[in-house]
């Protein structure tokens, strides 16, 4: 199950396949177009000038591909970021040698460098999405687990059967973030009974502890799992966060603005402080998305998650 792309991918993508097919092209038509914008001399061989600007053309297409899932489409995404990062150790060693003008150096800029950046976080949020898959647990161990009870009796699946159930992991009560990610539920409880999603609050304290504690937040009556041992959070492949995911410029911004300005203040952590949240929508028995938290700041809507196309599985 794949995670969802940034909404800055697609629009990137785009953008390096808009300017590529344009330049690349316009090599192509005129060839000695770029030589003489920097006042070079043109070249004695036109056609391999062209047939580079082919090659650029070419690669236009395969980030306009890339861009309909930046995620899944990675191998086009590497093939491009390895040109942009190769483009100008190519072109320093041709313009040192002699070869090229150094005034060629502005069309290395907008040509590799300026792309090389964007480039690299797409292949880093692949390679996320590839980790998150790995720690997925296999399917007849997520099928157990979908046995785990609620507070009423009532397992997951027959919970699922019923009607869509929205899954929410949180982190320790003292978090920050699972405080705001409670307010926010609470607010959005009326949206998400209306569309007829159940929650369910997967915490790792004991059941009264999470009774009283969601009460605050108007969320008294939900249906909770206790899982101190942390079994559904790795059957459902959320892991431990690393001082990036937990203590990031993002985590201290936001929680200065969660904590300090919108009053949810924090605490200390009776559990697992470096446990990471997600939340997932079940409908019989199946996941049909899934969002884990890159960083402890994540914010989701959660009747957006919930009730866009409710019946479509995340491909």
């Given at each position: 199950?794949?995670?969802?792309?940034?909404?800055?991918?697609?629009?990137?993508?785009?953008?390096?396949?808009?300017?590529?097919?344009?330049?690349?092209?316009?090599?192509v038509?005129f060839?000695?177009?770029?030589?003489r914008?920097?006042?070079?001399?043109p070249?004695?061989?036109p056609?391999?000038?062209?047939?580079?600007g082919?090659a650029?053309?070419?690669?236009?297409?395969?980030?306009?591909?890339?861009?309909t899932?930046?995620v899944?489409?990675?191998?086009?995404?590497?093939?491009?970021?390895?040109?942009?990062?190769?483009?100008?150790?190519?072109?320093?060693?041709?313009?040192?040698?002699?070869?090229?003008p150094?005034?060629?150096?502005?069309?290395?800029?907008v040509?590799?460098?300026?792309?090389?950046?964007?480039?690299?976080?797409?292949?880093r949020?692949?390679?996320?999405?590839?980790l998150g898959?790995?720690?997925?647990?296999p399917?007849?161990?997520?099928?157990?687990?979908?046995r785990?009870?609620?507070?009423?009796?009532?397992?997951?699946?027959?919970?699922?059967?019923?009607?869509?159930?929205?899954?929410?992991?949180?982190?320790?009560?003292?978090?920050?973030?699972c405080?705001?990610?409670?307010?926010d539920?609470?607010?959005q409880?009326?949206?998400?009974?209306?569309?007829?999603?159940?929650?369910?609050?997967?915490?790792?304290?004991?059941?009264?502890?999470?009774?009283?504690?969601?009460?605050?937040?108007?969320?008294?009556?939900?249906?909770?799992?206790?899982?101190?041992?942390?079994?559904?959070?790795?059957?459902?492949?959320?892991?431990?966060?690393?001082l990036?995911?937990?203590l990031?410029p993002?985590?201290?911004?936001?929680?200065?603005?969660?904590?300090?300005?919108?009053?949810?203040?924090?605490?200390y952590?009776?559990t697992d402080?470096?446990?990471?949240?997600?939340?997932?929508?079940?409908?019989?028995?199946?996941i049909?998305?899934?969002y884990?938290?890159?960083?402890?700041?994540?914010?989701p809507?959660?009747?957006?998650?919930?009730?866009n196309?409710?019946?479509e599985?995340?491909?």
């Amino acid at each position: 199950m794949e995670a969802k792309p940034n909404s800055w991918m697609r629009p990137v993508l785009c953008a390096a396949a808009l300017y590529d097919l344009l330049w690349g092209l316009w090599v192509v038509v005129f060839p000695e177009a770029a030589f003489r914008l920097v006042g070079a001399e043109p070249p004695a061989w036109p056609e391999a000038w062209q047939n580079f600007g082919i090659a650029v053309a070419i690669g236009g297409v395969g980030y306009g591909i890339a861009a309909t899932n930046p995620v899944r489409h990675w191998p086009l995404v590497l093939i491009g970021f390895l040109g942009k990062v190769f483009g100008p150790l190519v072109f320093w060693r041709a313009a040192s040698t002699g070869h090229l003008p150094w005034s060629f150096s502005w069309m290395v800029v907008v040509n590799d460098a300026v792309w090389i950046v964007p480039f690299a976080l797409i292949l880093r949020a692949a390679y996320e999405n590839h980790l998150g898959q790995i720690r997925q647990a296999p399917p007849e161990v997520l099928s157990f687990a979908l046995r785990t009870r609620v507070h009423e009796g009532v397992s997951l699946h027959q919970l699922s059967g019923v009607s869509p159930v929205l899954m929410v992991f949180l982190r320790h009560a003292g978090c920050t973030f699972c405080r705001e990610a409670l307010a926010d539920l609470g607010k959005q409880r009326v949206d998400l009974e209306e569309a007829g999603v159940q929650i369910v609050l997967v915490h790792m304290g004991e059941p009264q502890f999470g009774r009283e504690f969601f009460a605050k937040y108007g969320l008294d009556g939900v249906a909770q799992i206790s899982d101190p041992h942390r079994t559904l959070y790795r059957a459902f492949g959320l892991r431990r966060g690393d001082l990036r995911m937990l203590l990031g410029p993002k985590v201290w911004w936001r929680g200065l603005h969660a904590g300090l300005l919108d009053g949810h203040g924090a605490g200390y952590p009776s559990t697992d402080p470096f446990q990471m949240p997600g939340i997932f929508l079940l409908f019989h028995g199946q996941i049909l998305r899934c969002y884990r938290h890159q960083s402890a700041a994540d914010r989701p809507n959660y009747v957006r998650f919930a009730t866009n196309d409710l019946h479509e599985p995340v491909t």
